[in-house]
C-alpha cells in the first residue's frame, strides 16, 4: 500500500462524530472544498439529490427558535428541559450543515436510491471534515421529518431534510471513538442465507 494510500485509510479509521465543539469551524475556500465531496458520492441516475443549507452567526438563533416551534408542533407537551437544551445545542454549534434531500418522485430513479445516494454525500461530508482536521456529527430526531420545519428550511415537499450536521474544532484531542472490530458483521455466503456473530447478542 502506497504512503497516501495508507494516509487516506487511516483517515477513514479514526473517523468519529463528536458534538463537543468549540470554533473555529472551517469557512471560505477550506469550507467549501470539504462541501465538494458530496458530489463524489454514488447517484445512481446522476441526479445529485443533495443539498447544503449552511447556518452561522445570527442565524443559528432564528434555526433554534424554529427547532423549537417544530418541536411544539410535533408534540405541545414537550418538557421545557428538552426544549431548552435543544434551543442552546442549535443556537451554539459553531457551524450547521442541513443536509437536503432533492427527491424527484416521478424519476425512473427508485426514492430509495435517491435517498442513499443523500446518506452516502452525507458519509463524504463527514470524513471531509474529519480529514481537514475538524469534528463533527450528523444528527436528526423528530424534527427532521416535520415537513413544516423542512418547508421553512427551503426543502417543501417532495423534498425532505436527511439531518443536520454539527460542525467546528473538537475541544479534545482524545475525543475519538474506540473502533469496534468488524468481523462480527461478517459472513460469507455459500448458498445459504448468512448468520452474523453481531446479531446473537
Given at each position: 500500500m502506497k504512503k497516501h494510500e495508507r494516509i487516506a485509510l487511516d483517515s477513514l479509521l479514526s473517523r468519529s462524530s463528536t458534538d463537543d465543539l468549540t470554533g473555529p469551524a472551517p469557512k471560505g475556500e477550506e469550507l467549501e472544498t470539504i462541501l465538494s465531496a458530496v458530489m463524489r458520492a454514488p447517484d445512481h441516475g446522476k441526479l445529485r439529490p443533495w443539498r447544503l443549507a449552511l447556518i452561522h452567526g445570527d442565524a443559528r438563533a432564528k434555526l433554534a427558535?424554529?427547532?423549537?416551534?417544530?418541536?411544539?408542533?410535533?408534540?405541545?407537551?414537550?418538557?421545557?428541559?428538552?426544549?431548552?437544551?435543544?434551543?442552546?445545542?442549535?443556537?451554539?454549534?459553531?457551524?450547521?450543515?442541513?443536509?437536503?434531500?432533492?427527491?424527484?418522485?416521478?424519476?425512473?430513479?427508485?426514492?430509495?436510491?435517491?435517498?442513499?445516494?443523500?446518506?452516502?454525500?452525507?458519509?463524504?461530508?463527514?470524513?471531509?471534515?474529519?480529514?481537514?482536521?475538524?469534528?463533527?456529527?450528523?444528527?436528526?430526531?423528530?424534527?427532521t421529518y416535520d415537513p413544516v420545519f423542512a418547508a421553512e428550511l427551503g426543502f417543501p415537499a417532495p423534498h425532505a431534510l436527511a439531518g443536520f450536521f454539527f460542525v467546528g474544532t473538537p475541544k479534545h484531542e482524545d475525543h475519538e471513538a474506540k473502533r469496534r472490530p468488524v468481523t462480527p458483521y461478517i459472513a460469507e455466503w455459500n448458498g445459504e442465507p448468512v448468520t452474523f456473530e453481531a446479531d446473537k447478542d
Open positions: 427558535d424554529r427547532v423549537v416551534a417544530s418541536m411544539k408542533r410535533i408534540d405541545p407537551e414537550v418538557p421545557e428541559k428538552k426544549i431548552e437544551k435543544r434551543h442552546h445545542r442549535m443556537s451554539t454549534m459553531p457551524l450547521t450543515i442541513v443536509l437536503g434531500m432533492h427527491l424527484r418522485p416521478d424519476n425512473k430513479i427508485p426514492l430509495i436510491e435517491q435517498e442513499l445516494a443523500v446518506g452516502a454525500a452525507g458519509m463524504n461530508l463527514l470524513n471531509a471534515i474529519h480529514a481537514a482536521g475538524y469534528g463533527a456529527v450528523w444528527v436528526s430526531g423528530e424534527i
